[in-house]
């Protein structure tokens, strides 16, 4: 059984849907992130950065980066239909959408909502904001077009890479101004399962 340390609003929502959508054995451990419980020795030993979530393994192996947990789990259940076939184009693009919002609209996220962690000059916080604001107007523009003709970013089958992307929206609701991503958003959010695990991450 995986054991998955979440809270809400954070970047557990990924593979906690992963790990619902696969009907997998899990369980989940909340996090008092408002005790700062993340902060603690214990919780440092499992990931020394601090950051949820953490997934445990079923043989007792960590894993950190909500990113690669995703990709972990599509591999471990396949029949859940979750990603494309290794090897396939529809695999490369869901490959390289899922590291682009990992690496730079979840990067962009928390230098806009968070500058301050980003500059030790307190005069340089709002260029770090303006920039990273810069930088989500682009991204967000760049997977507008990559769901073109979509509905999803591999073309006709949804994916964890549409999950991933709904839940960044939802931490940057400008976003989902942007046509194609709204309805890709308004869809997931209609799902049950979905809508049930939304409102846990407190995310409704």
């Known amino acids: 059984m995986y054991t998955l340390y979440w809270a809400p609003n954070t970047g557990a929502f990924a ?16 996090v008092d992130y408002d005790a700062k419980e993340q902060e603690g ?6 990931n020394p950065m601090g950051q949820i979530p953490v997934l445990l393994l079923p043989g007792g192996e960590t894993m950190t980066e909500s990113a690669a947990m995703v990709f972990h789990l599509v591999g471990c259940y396949p029949q859940a239909g979750l990603a494309p076939a290794v090897g396939s184009p529809a695999r490369a693009a869901f490959d390289r959408w899922l ?18 962690r980003y500059t030790t000059d307190a005069a340089g916080v709002e260029g770090v904001r303006q920039a990273a604001e810069r ?18 970013l591999t073309g006709e089958t949804f994916g964890a890479a ?3 992307l709904a839940m960044l929206v939802d931490w940057h609701q400008p976003a989902r101004t942007l046509p194609r991503i709204g309805e890709l958003c308004a869809e997931l959010a209609a799902e049950p399962r979905l809508a049930e695990l939304r409102r846990l991450y407190e995310l409704v």
């Open 99 to 116: 590291v682009f919002l990992a690496v730079n609209v979840y990067g962009a996220i928390l230098r806009f909502y968070y500058a301050e």
């Open 162 to 164: 549409d999950i991933y």
């Open 41 to 46: 020795e214990a919780y440092r030993q499992l």
């Open 15 to 30: 593979p906690d849907a992963v790990l619902t959508l696969s009907a997998a054995p899990f369980q989940r451990r909340r």
């Open 135 to 152: 930088d989500l107007e682009r991204q967000f523009a760049m997977l507008e077009e990559a769901l073109n003709p979509g509905p999803f």
